[in-house]
């Protein structure tokens, strides 16, 4: 995986070697009974026939997060065709949507149905590798397309890596986006609306790859998956949300909280509090771990 070793040190030091699939169905097999657990999305259905007329089969289904449509497909190895079949199969979706809506209805509940966001419906290529001309076709693309890159490690340990992951829509400049967080929340004061463009530019200038998804109560930041879930502001803080266990932070009152098991907007367990732009330095080591894992 681009130049990762892997080396197992319990008895002496011996390189673990990476390997494709046998076949694959074995990839498919794994992720599907994963799903939420690698890709961070909601598995729905496997081998999606999308009729006669159509005349394909969707890999598999899901519900990611934020409620987006999700539709994965595999490779065992590296193929050109991986991201067009794609992005055949996502055209077909966006104009099932009820189709795709009963669906979820049936798996997961009226609730989840009534929530799907299809402002970006999502397409994952999973495959043994990829090409710089994939990686170039992606961000020619409006969709939100991510490739993925998979090896197993020995019999009981899988990679993986994402080589490139691109938002639909119209790439915004950094400066339109710190306007579109001022025009989206609705505070009174200055600061506030400040503190959530710094937010906002913290989180997107992590690294490469970096997703943003708008809510009605909250906007999610992702890689792969959810990273942090910003709510819009409350009249003294902005409350962000990271995929950080609060076991492994020491807990400072009115800064961080272990929100595990309490109710709240978005993803995450670990609650940060912000409400100076200090307090926003405090956080880029919790947004940079949260970050790292997603």
Not at 20 to 39: F, I, N, P, S, Y
Not at 170 to 186: E, G, I, K, L, Y
Not at 224 to 242: E, G, H, I, M, S
Request: charged share 25%.
């Amino acid at each position: 995986m681009s130049g990762l070793r892997l080396f197992n040190t319990k008895d002496d030091v011996t390189e673990v070697v990476s390997r494709l699939a046998e076949v694959e169905a074995d990839v498919q097999g794994l992720v599907e009974a994963h799903m939420e657990t690698l890709l961070g999305v909601r598995f729905l259905a496997s081998e999606y026939t999308t009729g006669p007329v159509h005349g394909g089969r969707i890999d598999s289904l899901g519900l990611d997060e934020n409620g987006s449509p999700v539709i994965v497909e595999y490779k065992r190895g590296v193929d050109a065709g991986v991201i067009n079949q794609g992005l055949f199969y996502l055209s077909w979706l966006v104009d099932h949507r009820a189709e795709f809506e009963h669906l979820v209805r049936d798996r997961l509940g009226a609730t989840a149905a009534s929530q799907v966001l299809w402002s970006g419906p999502r397409l994952i290529c999973l495959a043994g590798d990829f090409t710089r001309y994939d990686v170039h076709a992606v961000r020619e693309h409006r969709r939100s397309i991510d490739l993925v890159r998979y090896r197993f490690f020995g019999s009981e340990l899988v990679g993986l890596e994402t080589v490139a992951s691109v938002s639909g829509g119209v790439p915004v400049a950094r400066r339109a986006r710190r306007q579109a967080v001022a025009q989206a929340v609705n505070v009174q004061g200055m600061p506030m609306m400040e503190l959530a463009s710094a937010v906002d530019e913290a989180l997107l200038g992590l690294g490469d790859g970096v997703n943003r998804v708008e809510r009605k109560t909250y906007r999610a930041y992702q890689r792969l998956r959810n990273f942090a879930c910003v709510c819009p502001p409350q009249r003294t803080k902005v409350l962000v949300y990271l995929k950080v266990d609060p076991e492994d932070v020491d807990l400072v009152p009115g800064f961080t909280r272990d929100v595990s098991g309490l109710g709240h907007h978005g993803t995450g367990d670990l609650e940060v509090q912000l409400r100076t732009p200090k307090d926003v330095e405090r956080a880029r080591d919790l947004f940079r771990a949260s970050y790292a894992a997603a």
